[in-house]
């Protein structure tokens, strides 16, 4: 796998002015947003930038402006960081700010509306049924096959998601969903590899970065495995094939770039046992920076060190309507 290839001619950290490190927040993943933000801070402090912490669960966002504030780092996760809400803010108070625009923000934090683009575009993902009730969760479990998966259409970091495999499931399942969206998904499960790929813009180009292969416990990959034990595995160089690798990656570009995506994104992406065929899950436009976390893991492997990647991501915060 080649290596990321930034822009040779160093980052003036004086000219990224003061920045504003968005984290904490009111959503579901508040707790994963202040691991993400708070070594994020400290990165970009380690390096020079003049930033500082800024929780828009404690502070109003038109205080960005008060504080002479010049860019944003986005360190929010799920509702209210990512799903296009805070960028709308942004754009409106004219401070550029880092990962994708307000529609694709919102796009890519639907996971319904993700699919549906995707699919459109023909791009492989799983089948889906959308569902209002336990007996529309059941209709799709006949429909989808056992086992299925139920989850919120619009959360990330596995809240509220559950694998069904008997009828008798659907109800508890729908309830831990529904719990946290009314609008609940019920997707087909895919039998395989899970990976995930990572996209960073380089001097205006999407690039992929090397793919991570996750061997989570019992195949168990959900919120407290992902952020709380060092019982999963992460295999990067993922000792796939070399040629399934490159096809992740192009199938990656292909999703980022079909929703509008800019800056930075991570693709969740299964990998069929039965024949290889990698399966979209979901593309996330503002992903995790934690000490478990994976765009980090693999811009690593690229060649980049989390500081660098923090500094690059900062560089290249921009706005959907420049001002």
Not at 77 to 87: A, F, L, M, S
Request: aromatic share 6%; hydrophobic share 40%.
């Amino acid at each position: 796998m080649s290596s990321v290839h930034l822009n040779a001619s160093p980052i003036d950290v004086a000219s990224l002015g003061r920045v504003a490190v968005l984290f904490g927040g009111t959503s579901a993943e508040r707790e994963v947003s202040l691991m993400s933000g708070g070594g994020v801070l400290k990165a970009l402090q380690s390096q020079g930038v003049d930033a500082f912490a800024f929780d828009p669960a404690e502070r109003p966002l038109q205080e960005l402006k008060s504080e002479g504030v010049s860019r944003c780092f986005i360190a929010l996760h799920g509702r209210g960081g990512e799903d296009g809400t805070v960028q709308g803010a942004l754009e409106l108070l004219g401070i550029p700010y880092t990962g994708s625009g307000v529609m694709a923000s919102s796009i890519a934090m639907d996971k319904v509306m993700t699919k549906r683009i995707w699919r459109f575009e023909g791009l492989p993902t799983p089948d889906w049924r959308m569902v209002g009730s336990v007996a529309e969760c059941e209709h799709a479990l006949v429909a989808l096959g056992a086992p299925m998966i139920v989850k919120p259409a619009r959360e990330g970091s596995s809240i509220g998601l559950s694998k069904v495999t008997d009828v008798s499931q659907c109800a508890a399942a729908y309830a831990a969903a529904a719990q946290h969206d009314p609008e609940v998904l019920c997707e087909q499960f895919i039998d395989g590899e899970e990976t995930t790929c990572p996209v960073l813009t380089v001097e205006g180009e999407a690039q992929a970065l090397p793919v991570i292969r996750i061997v989570a416990p019992g195949g168990n990959y959900d919120y407290q495995n992902k952020y709380f034990t060092d019982e999963v595995k992460y295999l990067c160089p993922s000792q796939l094939d070399a040629d399934e690798e490159a096809e992740i990656q192009r199938q990656v570009l292909r999703a980022f770039k079909t929703l509008g995506c800019r800056g930075w994104a991570r693709a969740d992406v299964m990998i069929r046992k039965t024949d290889r065929q990698p399966f979209l899950l979901e593309i996330n436009t503002s992903p995790g920076m934690t000490g478990h976390s994976l765009v980090p893991m693999s811009a690593k492997v690229a060649g980049l060190s989390y500081e660098q990647l923090c500094v690059h991501l900062l560089a290249s915060a921009s706005l959907d309507q420049p001002a």
